[in-house]
């Protein structure tokens, strides 16, 4: 069994908000696999433990490049957010988002190639990319973009580390609002229909675990279990509630005067149609490396009694 440090327990703590004993014990219990000990608070602590996605640690910008029905967005990161803000960084990312709009490139690679000068390097992006790391000293990356064209679009930036473009028919200014309802509500898929198949089957697996815990807790205090059946409506019904919250349409409109309209409803409302949308958040699903201080320090010193 890997051996479970203090640096993995800190770390778990901060994706969950998790008190640090039930962190350290969910770490034991998957053997140290930090995903499986993200899933098993959220078994045991409910929604408190779900913060990950709204934590990341990467540094960068969301860019993004709208010309009529054809636009891009983009991800371009860096070790620190101090280089995020520098005026040369946010250049090469807004170029970047416009290279894609015009070229459609196929991918990050062919995305390098594409003629630019900037700072006095060039003659492609990739040469202006390695001669700004050379420049500013830490090292920057195009991560992923997204090319659209076709339909009508909307954009919304959320300052610099949210992105959210969306592919509508319909009304401007509702699309508008939605493109800023998703950056603010993040939800995963236009309608409950579209919500990807694992994400389903892992929220599943959530309230099973959910409902064998409450179960044991039943047991100990001398209860009867809950039948079969009627863990089965609990874990079905935990599904259908998770996916009226990631869903779009299902979520409760974020400028809703009466709180309570839909985004669907408000759609309906404005004749207004959402095809699709995408949304980037700085880091996400990036896990940042993060130092041990203390084992670090304790190496100089022994290695300073080494010598």
Do not use: W
């Not at 929604?47 to 990467?58: F, I, L, N, Y």
């Not at 946010?90 to 995305?111: R, T, Y």
């Not at 076709?150 to 949210?162: C, D, E």
């Not at 839909?262 to 990036?286: N, P």
């Amino acid at each position: 069994m890997a051996a479970i440090t203090a640096s993995m327990v800190g770390e778990l703590r901060a994706k969950t908000d998790a008190p640090m004993m039930e962190c350290k014990k969910a770490l034991t219990e998957a053997g140290g696999d930090m995903a499986k000990a993200e899933e098993l608070l959220r078994v045991k602590l409910g929604t408190k433990a779900g913060k990950a996605a709204s934590r990341v640690t990467a540094e960068g910008v969301i860019a993004a490049s709208i010309e009529g029905n054809t636009g891009a967005l983009i991800e371009v990161n860096s070790e620190t957010d101090f280089v995020s803000k520098n005026d040369s960084f946010i250049a090469i990312a807004n170029a970047a988002a416009k290279l894609v709009a015009e070229h459609n490139p196929a991918d990050i690679e062919a995305l390098g190639q594409l003629a630019y000068e900037q700072d006095g390097f060039g003659p492609t992006l990739e040469d202006v990319r390695k001669g700004l790391i050379g420049k500013i000293g830490e090292n920057m990356s195009f991560r992923r973009f997204q090319r659209f064209d076709g339909k009508p679009l909307a954009s919304y930036l959320h300052g610099t580390r949210i992105g959210v473009v969306v592919q509508y028919e319909g009304d401007a200014t509702a699309a508008k609002d939605v493109a800023m309802h998703v950056a603010a509500m993040k939800p995963v898929a236009v309608t409950s229909a579209d919500v990807p198949a694992d994400l389903i089957e892992k929220e599943r697996a959530v309230a099973a675990g959910k409902a064998d815990e409450a179960n044991k807790e039943l047991e100990a205090a001398g209860k009867p279990a809950q039948s079969p059946e009627i863990t089965a409506k609990r874990i079905d019904g935990a599904v259908q509630k998770y996916l009226k919250e990631v869903s779009l349409s299902d979520q409760v409109f974020v400028k809703a005067a009466d709180g309570k309209q839909t985004v669907g409803q408000m759609l309906k409302d404005k004749g207004t149609q959402v095809l699709g949308f995408t949304l980037y958040v700085v880091g996400e699903g990036i896990e940042k490396k993060t130092d041990d201080f203390a084992a670090e320090v304790a190496a100089q010193v022994a290695a300073a009694k080494a010598g």
